[in-house]
């Protein structure tokens, strides 16, 4: 299924040619603060946030990695240590960091080691990035209350790490869902993504 995702980004190049990257995303100010999730494939989770409410930007890129500014060829082929994750600037006035991390688990298998639905490597692993005492503390308290409510019997194994420098990704990557929506859509169906989520949490709105 991999090969499969290669095969869309190689098309959709070549229409469209490989832009310049996108540029990092602002900085919190007053209400807006960072929230950095990795949840398998950044197409599928940046489509996710982007539908919450409160949310002011997202960013698809890459973090956890030693590579400095890594491409996604190099990312993909699981050398680098990065992971696809997510930057999210929020308004917290609108939406908590902790609804968030409810959004973020509901939206991954957090059952699985290095890999989410049909992606397989540590490149597609799950993971929450947090930027201070707060976000942690937030992030295990909510991690800990999944463990001991979860619908499902597996336990729970995404990591919560200290965030790094974050890498935007390529900018075709970027609101991927919203410039190629039937790709988007083939992707995630044919990569089973909902069809497990179900089978996790239940059916959704």
């Known amino acids: ?19 310049k990257a996108a540029p990092e995303a602002s ?11 990795a949840g398998g494939c950044f197409w599928c989770t940046e489509s996710d946030f982007d539908k919450v409410e409160g949310i002011v930007e997202t960013t698809s890129g890459y973090i956890g990695g030693h590579q400095k500014n890594p491409t996604y060829k190099q990312v993909s082929a699981g050398r ?31 059952t699985t080691t290095d890999q989410q639905f049909c992606d397989h490597g540590s490149q597609y692993r799950s993971e929450i990035f947090y930027h201070d005492a707060q976000q942690k503390k937030l992030a295990e308290r909510s991690k800990m209350a999944l463990e001991n409510n979860k619908p499902f019997s597996s336990s ?36 089973g993504r909902d069809k497990r989520l179900t089978q996790l949490w239940g059916e959704t709105d």
Not at 1 to 14: A, G, N, P, V
Not at 27 to 37: K, L, R, V
Request: with cysteine; hydrophobic share 40%.
């Open 27 to 37: 900085g919190d100010s007053g209400n807006h603060q960072t929230a950095i999730f």
């Open 156 to 191: 729970i194994v995404t990591m919560i790490t200290q965030a790094t420098e974050f890498y935007p990704a390529e900018d075709y990557h970027q609101n991927f869902h919203n410039k190629n929506p039937i790709r988007y859509k083939l992707y995630r169906y044919n990569c």
């Open 80 to 110: 680098t240590g990065h992971t696809e994750a997510v930057k999210i600037i929020f308004d917290a006035s609108q939406v908590s960091y902790t609804e968030l991390l409810d959004v973020f688990w509901h939206s991954i298998d957090p």
């Open 1 to 19: 299924m991999h090969h499969y995702k290669l095969l869309l980004i190689i098309l959709f190049l070549s229409i469209t040619g490989l832009a």
